[in-house]
């Protein structure tokens, strides 16, 4: 008798359950249904031209597909001073508006100071440095990190990119003479690696010319696609929320354990925090100034944020920089009357040029050396977007006021290739940025390396490491396409990344100069 009233019981409780969980079933479908119908409402509400999203990817069908660079460029529209997007279910808007992008990147710099990319509190490393980081963090780092990149610390770094670059165009002649043909990505990215290393982290490295060292190993580990890595990035790029949810980085976290062994070795080999430093000899040495000074003024200075700053830089500097550099000289391959204005222009000083002792300030007043960089970097710029997160509710215009939180984004690339600000955009075009051309470019319409607080802080030693490589090789080589190989604007970028790259290997020949 106990037995069937326990099982009714059962019974009656099992029937109770089911019916909870049915209605909680359609209580949730109905919330998701409410919700979504919001979502995919949201900008028509708001008179934004938009596209339909997806209903789990919203806008990021093109992922794997295309990269995100190209994507935003196909999606420019001058016409429209905006539009909207998806990242899931989160609204985002992309600003095609010169006018706007200042707005968003100088005049309201201080509600608008945040990235929306970002790694998690599992990631220390990628978190913390001045690429992804966020206040109250990148405000101190920054006003720490700036004063390294002022024109007299870059004059400490000079001999480093003079000895690699004049081992560069050895690696060439070595490369032409046993294979006939060089990797443009893989020999330049093997020569920032050097120099960003020994800059970074004070490491002396071969990379140049051997290909190989333990630093290049890592930096290799960089440059590999995996679908482990492609969703990593895509949740610090699109949902940084997941981060921690599924514990990503934005670095290897093998990679992680290296730079950390890394710099608190050199660290200790050079005296530790305690010994005083005189003339810092790299970044590394600013670093430890920053930490002294902290210590003095009884600020708190992890060590992880120190070393999250030098693994930044030596993220930022080895592959958009050996990325530009390729871009570069494969445009010129292609170009000859350019590339002989630039050696015309380099002549007079190829004395200096092949001096161990070369002042590369001197290469500042190569116009059209100066002028080659610009226009690839319009071409090819690092990232086809600045992204920026609102602390507030923002007001674009008269016509749109966006909610707290939502990322904004300057298409850097679609004005790249407007033809009302570049005419024939296609086109690689130097004379664009000589200085009586280049006070008439609209402003705002050109931005590879950002503008406003978040602007790229390394940008003079990106520039200053270009100008070097291209100099040397351009006084001893005259740069030829390869025959069969692709015209620059058929060259395939990467899809399955989110940066600008090339997505094949590029060639080219380099012959020596007789005079």
Request: with cysteine; net charge positive.
């Amino acid at each position: 008798m106990a037995r069937d009233e326990s099982g009714l019981w059962a019974s009656v409780y099992f029937q109770v359950f089911l019916k909870l969980f049915i209605c909680a079933l359609v209580f949730g479908f109905l919330w998701l249904l409410k919700k979504w119908h919001r979502t995919k409402n949201f900008w028509k509400n708001r008179n934004v031209r938009s596209s339909p999203p997806h209903p789990v990817l919203g806008s990021l069908r093109f992922l794997l597909r295309q990269n995100p660079g190209l994507w935003m460029r196909d999606n420019y529209d001058r016409r429209d001073p905006y539009f909207g997007v998806w990242w899931f279910w989160r609204p985002a808007l992309v600003i095609n508006s010169p006018e706007i992008a200042r707005q968003v990147l100088i005049r309201d710099a201080g509600i608008l100071r945040d990235r929306f990319l970002s790694s998690g509190k599992s990631d220390p490393i990628g978190s913390l440095n001045l690429f992804l980081g966020n206040d109250p963090i990148w405000s101190l780092m920054r006003r720490h990190v700036s004063p390294m990149f002022t024109s007299s610390k870059l004059k400490i770094f000079q001999r480093h990119l003079v000895s690699k670059s004049k081992d560069l165009v050895r690696r060439i002649g070595i490369e032409m003479e046993t294979d006939k043909r060089v990797n443009l990505r893989v020999m330049f990215t093997d020569y920032t690696t050097d120099v960003v290393g020994i800059v970074a982290f004070g490491v002396e490295s071969d990379a140049t010319l051997s290909g190989e060292s333990a630093l290049r190993k890592i930096t290799k580990g960089f440059m590999k696609f995996s679908y482990i890595r492609g969703l990593a990035w895509a949740c610090i790029f699109f949902c940084p929320e997941l981060v921690d949810v599924f514990g990503f980085s934005f670095f290897p976290k093998s990679a992680i354990e290296y730079f950390r062994y890394i710099f608190k070795a050199v660290v200790k080999q050079r005296g530790g925090y305690e010994t005083e430093i005189g003339q810092t000899r790299d970044f590394l040495d600013a670093l430890r100034k920053v930490k002294q000074d902290c210590i003095k003024n009884n600020e708190d200075m992890p060590e992880d944020v120190l070393i999250a700053q030098a693994v930044a830089f030596l993220q930022g500097g080895f592959d958009t920089t050996g990325t530009a550099l390729s871009f570069c000289v494969y445009e010129l391959a292609y170009h000859p009357t350019v590339q002989d204005k630039i050696y015309n222009e380099l002549k007079p000083i190829k004395d200096q040029i092949l001096d161990d002792d070369f002042n590369l300030d001197v290469l500042n007043q190569m116009n059209y050396l100066k002028c080659a960089l610009k226009e690839s970097i319009r071409k090819y710029p690092p990232m086809g977007w600045i992204d920026r997160v609102a602390s507030t509710d923002y007001k674009i215009n008269e016509n749109l006021t966006v909610p707290a939180g939502t990322p904004i984004y300057v298409n850097s690339i679609g004005m790249h290739y407007d033809p009302e600000y570049f005419p024939d955009p296609f086109k690689f075009d130097p004379e664009r940025f000589l200085p009586e051309n280049e006070k008439n470019i609209k402003p705002y319409t050109y931005l590879p390396f950002g503008e406003g607080p978040r602007a790229c802080v390394g940008r003079r030693f990106a520039e200053q490491n270009v100008y070097c490589v291209l100099a040397n090789i351009l006084i001893n080589y005259k740069i030829v396409p390869k025959p069969g190989a692709p015209l620059p604007r058929d060259i395939q970028v990467e899809k399955k990344g989110l940066f600008f790259i090339p997505g094949e290997n590029l060639y080219v020949d380099f012959i020596p100069r007789n005079n």
